[in-house]
């Protein structure tokens, strides 16, 4: 299934320096009106708030303008804000460390970028992102394909009967046979995991796997409403692979691989 991606691109303030007081924005939701949502903001608890034009706001808190580290804190407290936003709104995910230098600044942003901002929201409106890992029991699987390959059961059979005279290429050849088969049973165990979970899910994008464990990294963006047949998809094909492989199961997200935007950074003047 292929992953849906929205994008908007613009020009941004000048970068970060370390001098005055910014805006530090989370997200961009529709809402005509201001609205606070507590001080629950990077940095310690900051007051967040909205920057509005017409029916678009920009969540933000006030923030000197320097550039974060993505410490646990920071990264769990731009997390939190958006993740209390999605509970209300359907919103556009800004990257971590976005500053803007002033008000007036994220004003020109929702301005210059209202059309596109408004046609990405429509098109996630109600949407939230899910994310599913699954990693393998390697000895497990190697197993199941000896018992299930005849060439590769044969083959091991014979080598483990001749142990003194079996050739190094003989060996090799076995080698060569079981990651051929690990990887066809790789590929064959996400497609099925990606036709199971196509009618309970809009998209998915498939990101890249993290260790030699782990067979998929992807990200599912699901209609708020199809939420719980979803779940119940996830855990009923955990279960068909409860013996061979590992599902981790995350969410709901904001639409973080979904909606891509591009700011374009200017030198100040």
């Known amino acids: 299934m292929t992953a849906g991606e ?15 007081e910014g805006k530090y924005v989370y997200c961009i939701i529709r ?38 580290d993505p410490t646990r804190e920071n990264v769990l407290a731009h997390e939190f804000v958006n993740e209390t936003v999605m509970r209300e709104f359907t919103l556009i995910p800004m990257s971590f460390g976005t500053v803007f230098r002033s008000e007036k600044d994220v004003l020109a942003l929702l301005k210059s970028t209202y059309q596109a901002f408004t046609d990405v929201l429509e098109k996630m409106q109600d949407k939230i ?25 044969r083959l091991k059979d014979e080598i483990t009967r001749n142990a003194a005279s079996s050739t190094y290429f003989a060996r090799m050849q076995l080698g060569r046979l079981v990651e051929a088969a690990m990887e066809e049973a790789s590929n064959r165990y996400v497609a099925d995991v990606h036709e199971q979970l196509k009618d309970v899910s809009v998209a998915s994008r498939s990101n890249k796997v993290i260790g030699d ?18 779940d119940e998809k996830v855990k009923e094909i955990s279960r068909q692979y409860e013996d061979l492989l590992t ?15 591009k700011l374009k950074l200017e030198k100040a003047t």
């Open 6 to 20: 929205s994008a908007a691109e613009t020009s941004e303030p000048a970068p970060p320096d370390d001098t005055g």
């Open 247 to 261: 599902f981790k199961y995350s969410g709901p997200w904001p639409p973080y691989n979904f909606v891509t935007i």
């Open 129 to 153: 992102e899910f994310g599913v890992k699954i990693l393998w029991d390697r000895d497990k699987v190697v197993a199941a394909i000896e018992r299930d390959n005849d060439e590769i059961r």
């Open 213 to 230: 464990r782990m067979i998929l990294n992807a990200a599912f963006l699901v209609d708020r409403k199809a939420e719980k047949p979803f």
């Open 31 to 68: 809402l005509e009106r201001s609205r606070e949502f507590g001080e629950i903001g990077i940095g310690g608890g900051a007051r967040v708030y909205t920057v509005t034009h017409s029916d678009l706001a920009a969540v933000v808190s006030d923030t000197p303008i320097v550039i974060y």
